[in-house]
DNA sequence: TTGAAAGCGCTACCAG
DNA sequence: CTGGTAGCGCTTTCAA
């Protein structure tokens, strides 16, 4: 089924046919008619591939994340494909799993798509990965990882004073002995969210003691890495979380064990996600605005289509911290 | 960047690179190192439409889901996903938001692609789009919707059953005053959901009260018609959810109104999704076996790649009751 | 083992 | 307003 065999049944040429179905509107009223009334009839659906071929031209953008289970990847990516559907973009999503042989996969399949744009919301990226996509001269955005260049842009959010926010916080309220649980791809050596921990508990809690943990991102993961951190046998009297979902877990395992939050100890989570305000207690946390984040994204990749000025190279987001139920005073000993 | 400048830099023809790109040894090696270090050398990415166009087969699947945000849908994509990377397929995901318009864009968008098989896990499909789907001749597998034809299979949930379970079970346990909370796709004059427990409950607790509500998918939206509910003043002693994800946003209503779970109320939900162990109280709930059910979907859409038999063209799938805290004996008046 | 060339289905340009 | 046709980049015979 092709553009030929509807032009032959509407009795008009391919070229008209394919105008008809690009809206181009200098074709006869009744030509139109008939030729819809072909591709009704016959059930014609165009071939896209050959579509992209012939034009040139994409109109698709991609977004390639590490984990759609976490609802923060779910909920950037719901902004940035309404705002593409809204201009007549398509997104197409891949999921890495923090798999660094997934990421390259993915990103080779996004160039092979010849996408418009492509957005890449990943905790990890292999130098080699930005040369082949800055070779690749497609408008890409990243977030929290790579460095800006020609058609690279960049969103990042300034974890470390997040981090800061909340261990001082924390000691405010008399917290000395305190717990960082990150998952696997954010407790590597490199981690800027785990040497932001460290660094900035020596310098505003210089007492406290402290110790970390970590296993997968989401509640499983969250909640096996308390576990672990339970089992050495400190006590702290304050967990910090790598995000919302790992705390999720968290708690739920300090439930297990008889400790209450936040009497016994306290916990905060980062993203502000939805299912912050749902856990028992209410998480503090910091929040993070993904839908600016996926609008930005947009604006990046597609910013002739946007009105405004574009948003310059790259953009630093600060959380902001939000209080809510499981954070108190620490416990008296 | 094309074929072209590869095969002139090799010093070869774009046949011989093609067939060194797909692995096809009958080239000399001295002439595949050459071409290899050429598309190293150029950055090159094949045009995957061309390729698709020329080669006239897609090795992609297409899966369409309404709510992504609910875990259940991604753990079943998860699953097809596995599978199909494992035979050299990939899969593009789009999600409806429980739009109609969208699900039809984004079938439309399936079938333009020329997908080699596509999963439909939406709560709702429009008969048109049934015969659509059915004259595009692609494997199509729906989940609980449509019926079987001769490209399309059917994957669905005894829901009705996984009801009555629950039902017999809260009523066993004294509960006279049901709710059930479902949400808007679910609760249409059609549904199989609603509708199943309203039968369930005239037979198995004739002399119970009930009372329906619903508002959107998702912890917002159960919070909301849980809300809704109390504020009719009719006081369930047993609520009945439509899914887990709904069933979190209840529970969370339920302990701002003091209303303790299961003390004063009984919680159920339905999927058996990672969440509900979470919840607190952790869901008594309905399993799903969602990698199961991806797997059928890989096998429905791809059985040459599958050395066992195929599977028919219909399965019901039958939910397992798994009780946990969030219910117990009816509160005494 | 390699090359030449005919499409795949569509768009876009040039005529008419 | 409509038709003819040259590609888009790749795969796949058919010959060599």
Redesign the pocket.
Known sequence: M???EVAKRA??????V??V??NID???N??RVKVLRAVQELNYH??LH??T?????SRTLGMIVSNMENPFFFDVFRTLEADARLQGYDVFLANTDYRPEQLTRSIRLMIGRRVAGLAVVVSEMDADLIQELTNSKIPTVFYDVGTATRNISNIRVNYRRGIEQVVEYLHSLGHRKLAFIGHHSALGPTSEREQAFLDTVSRYAPGAEWRTAADQDGLEGGRSAARELLATGFRPTAIICVNDFVAAGVLRELRQHGLRVPQDVSVTGFDNIKLSEFCCPPLTTLHIPRDRIGHLMFQFLAPETHTGKPPGKEIMIDPELILRESTGPAASE
């Open positions: 092709n553009l030929e009795g008009v040429s391919t070229a008209t394919s105008r179905l690009n200098v074709v006869r009744a030509t165009p071939n050959a579509r071929l012939a034009g040139g031209k």
